[in-house]
């Protein structure tokens, strides 16, 4: 049973019935699920998970206002749910906050991860929120919603991008994908520069990766579940073995032939992608070609004036 599972099996089990023989009034009040930090709101959780941070649990997010009436009796009604539920123990709440389960506050628990108590504004707002972040806010499930302000905000989210945003990052990382891979990679080897040589290879990997989430309209997770979480996607998951064969490998000469060649390999396959989502006009398979049509097709004037690397 992975940790949603156990999530949504103890709130059916214990928490909604203690809230409808208690409370009933306020589960109009609330939204009930399991979203936030944690690879289990990802679906990521494995065996390995379980020794930390781990437990039977969920969230009860009340409005300010609405917590400020009701928040201590809630409290005090999931504080006396069972301790322990199929072979797992929940863990202490602290009395300071900074639970990941239990009472939260609506607009605080958004405001973490977003920087406002609401769904972004304006598209400055979107083009500089970390992805790992939007990812977490838009994760795992919603129960129940009694009044839909977290499901109203969290809808907002899971549509992705506003499509300007999702074309400009596309353009910076592309440039990126050409400095990093395909210019300063082969200067450092024939220099010995072979650390520097090595840092440039991490960089293309990482602007590959984010270039691949992009493609599939989806926000990037934490670095470590990066792979694990691009397994999961429609489009390009294949290039996890070839990335990570490149931060593998060594950077001798031969090596070194063939990282440029595979670097070479997955910039052509990035301009094919652009081009068959309508994304590029560019003719030929130099990325940075296809940077400039990228930026060139953001209608919002402020965003495609902006340098070309803002916004990664």
């Not at 649990?57 to 409290?75: I, K, N, Q």
């Not at 129940?144 to 999702?166: C, H």
């Not at 992608?273 to 130099?286: E, M, N, P, Q, V």
């Not at 930026?295 to 340098?307: E, K, P, S």
Request: hydrophobic letters at 40%; aromatic letters at 10%.
């Amino acid at each position: 049973m992975n940790g949603l599972e156990l999530s949504r099996k103890y709130y059916t089990e214990h928490g909604l019935p203690a809230l409808q023989e208690t409370y009933p009034e306020l589960l109009g009040r609330l939204a009930i699920g399991l979203v936030g930090d944690g690879s289990e709101c990802l679906g990521f959780d494995d065996e390995l998970s379980h020794d930390h941070d781990f437990e039977p649990g969920f969230c009860l997010w009340l409005t300010r206002a609405d917590y400020e009436t009701h928040g201590f009796a809630l409290e005090r009604l999931y504080a006396r749910l069972p301790k322990v539920f199929e072979g797992f123990s929940r863990q202490p709440l602290s009395p300071v906050g900074g639970n990941r389960h239990g009472v939260l506050i609506l607009e605080d628990f958004y405001q973490k991860y977003l920087g406002a108590p609401t769904a972004p504004t304006s598209l400055e707002h979107w083009l500089y929120l970390p992805s790992a972040s939007l990812a977490v806010a838009s994760g795992g499930e919603v129960f129940y919603d009694g009044l839909g302000v977290f499901s109203d905000i969290r809808s907002v989210l899971l549509a992705g991008y506003p499509e300007d945003v999702r074309r400009k990052k596309l353009a910076a990382h592309a440039v990126m994908l050409s400095q990093t891979g395909l210019y300063n990679y082969p200067r450092c080897v024939k220099r010995g520069e072979l650390g520097a040589a090595q840092l440039c290879v991490h960089e293309f990997v990482k602007h590959a990766i984010s270039t691949v989430y992009l493609l599939n309209d989806r926000y990037e997770p934490f670095y470590k579940w990066a792979y694990r979480g691009m397994r999961d996607l429609p489009r390009l998951a294949s290039l996890e073995d070839p990335l990570v064969a490149l931060s593998t490998m060594g950077n001798a000469p031969e090596e070194s032939r063939a990282k440029s060649e595979s670097m070479e390999e997955i910039c052509a396959l990035f301009t094919e992608h652009f081009a068959d989502l309508g994304l590029s006009d560019a003719k030929d398979k130099d990325i940075e070609h296809h940077a400039r049509s990228l930026q060139d097709g953001i209608r919002d004037t402020t965003l495609r004036n902006m340098h070309i690397m803002a916004g990664i």
